[in-house]
């Protein structure tokens, strides 16, 4: 009966398995193999490691890209607490604050992009808006917020599109843990700030770290939200790697594939840390 059960539920996984492998395993493999060859099809090692790692292009993505989802993140969490901590009031119309609030996690990242093309460009809506209130004298007065050198347009799509997923993290612990040692404090006279950092922030900050980490992961390894709002003076690393894997030209194919190698490597160690972080929140609950 029990080898009957196994055998059931390996035959129920394999098809997720098989799904798995053909669309993520495979092509890391493919990618891994062919970072070590060049465009000749010759073995040549660690070289195009080497000459990435010494190329002006990388460092600049890396760093770039590091920008932009260090303060992203830093951004979302921040807008997160506040927005957590409110909602976990009760008030009038607050499961429509809810449903709002939470809304924008469905919407896929292209159209965030488009969204933000539309509201934030030099004719966009909000640039009419401030010209119709004489705030400007035009579009070329206003602040230069999509596909800018700095990043800006890409920066305020991450956050508004993640600082949600931190937000109902933190809220749902909220909304979980006891009020007790809150009330207490506050009969020992304890001031809302305080009790605020020193008695709900510890029990909240398993999940504001555990989110921020992915978050940080999906803002390093994005590549629609960046193509779409990035200048081309800067590009994050997802858009390098595009580019370098399509310009054929150039014969900067294998250099595309170590790239790959190495994004992957970063985002699966944050995956790693996100987990880790996650066990030890549940072992010490």
């Known amino acids: 009966m029990n080898m009957k059960?196994?055998?059931?539920?390996?035959?129920?996984?394999?098809?997720?398995?098989?799904?798995?492998?053909?669309?993520y395993i495979f092509p890391v493999i493919d990618n891994i193999i062919k970072s070590f060859y060049n465009d000749a099809g010759e073995f040549v090692g660690l070289k195009n490691y080497s000459d990435v790692l010494h190329s002006y292009?990388?460092?600049d993505s890396l760093g770039f890209t590091l920008k932009i989802a260090v303060i992203s993140t830093a951004a979302a969490l921040c807008l997160a607490i506040v927005a957590a901590f409110a909602l976990r009031e009760t008030f009038a119309g607050k499961k429509l604050v809810l449903f709002m609030f939470q809304y924008n996690l469905g919407i896929p990242h292209i159209v965030v992009a488009m969204m933000m093309v539309m509201l934030l460009s030099n004719t966009g809506?909000?640039?009419?808006?401030?010209?119709?209130?004489?705030?400007t004298d035009g579009a070329d007065s206003f602040p230069w917020l999509?596909?800018?050198?700095?990043?800006l347009g890409i920066m305020i799509a991450f956050v508004w599109k993640y600082f949600p997923y931190?937000?109902?993290?933190?809220?749902?612990?909220?909304?979980?843990?006891?009020?007790?040692?809150?009330q207490q404090a506050a009969v020992l006279g304890v001031g809302k700030m305080k009790r605020i950092i020193h008695v709900i922030m510890p029990q909240?900050?398993?999940?504001?770290?555990?989110?921020?980490?992915?978050?940080?992961?999906?803002?390093?390894?994005?590549?629609?939200?960046?193509a779409i709002l990035g200048a081309t003076s800067h590009?994050?690393?997802?858009?390098?790697?595009y580019i370098k894997y399509c310009d054929l030209s150039t014969r900067n194919m294998p250099q595309a594939y170590a790239m790959m190698v190495m994004m992957s490597v970063v985002l699966m160690l944050l995956i790693i840390a996100a987990y880790a972080l996650s066990y030890r929140r549940r072992d010490v609950q």
């Open 235 to 241: 590009r994050t690393l997802s858009v390098m790697i």
């Open 57 to 59: 292009y990388f460092l």
């Open 166 to 182: 931190i937000g109902l993290s933190a809220l749902g612990v909220l909304q979980g843990a006891s009020r007790e040692y809150e």
């Open 5 to 23: 059960r196994k055998f059931g539920r390996i035959a129920a996984f394999a098809p997720v398995f098989a799904l798995m492998a053909a669309a």
């Open 125 to 135: 809506i909000v640039s009419s808006a401030v010209y119709s209130a004489g705030l």
């Open 204 to 226: 909240v900050l398993p999940a504001l770290s555990v989110s921020a980490i992915i978050v940080f992961a999906a803002a390093f390894g994005e590549y629609e939200i960046p």
């Open 146 to 151: 999509v596909r800018d050198s700095k990043g």
